[in-house]
């Protein structure tokens, strides 16, 4: 395995651990962002091609994959905006509830 899949793996891994165990809202948003990053790099390993080139030049040479590439900022936008939307939400339960924590959280329901 080279090195970006093993990255890609330690990443998503560290980010369900914040997501399964922490209980602090900001940090299980840091989880899921770290598992969309581990993604995107997954996905630009996934098209990289050692010696490859631009895919626009016109001579017969090795070229990398553009599609992953194009994935991933498509991607990276729809992560922004969802981090925002989820960071905007935990910020208004920060305000109601005047703590981060989740269990505490499921308890005040009603």
């Given at each position: 395995?080279?090195?970006?899949?093993l990255?890609s793996?330690a990443l998503f891994?560290?980010?369900?651990?914040?997501?399964?165990v922490?209980?602090?809202?900001?940090k299980?948003?840091y989880g899921i962002c770290?598992?969309?990053?581990s993604?995107?790099l997954?996905?630009?390993?996934?098209?990289?091609?050692?010696?490859?080139?631009?895919?626009?030049?016109?001579?017969g040479t090795?070229v990398v994959d553009?599609l992953?590439?194009?994935?991933?900022?498509?991607?990276?936008?729809?992560?922004?905006?969802?981090t925002?939307?989820l960071?905007?939400?935990?910020?208004r339960?920060?305000?109601?509830?005047e703590?981060?924590?989740?269990?505490?959280?499921r308890?005040?329901r009603?």
């Open positions: 395995m080279s090195l970006p899949y990255a793996l891994s560290i980010g369900l651990y914040c997501i399964l922490k209980r602090d809202l900001f299980v948003i770290l598992m969309e990053f993604i995107n997954f996905l630009v390993s996934l098209g990289f091609v050692t010696g490859g080139e631009v895919p626009i030049s016109p001579t090795i553009p992953p590439q194009a994935m991933v900022l498509t991607a990276i936008v729809i992560e922004f905006a969802t925002v939307f960071i905007s939400v935990a910020i339960l920060f305000k109601q509830y703590d981060t924590d989740i269990s505490k959280m308890r005040l009603g």
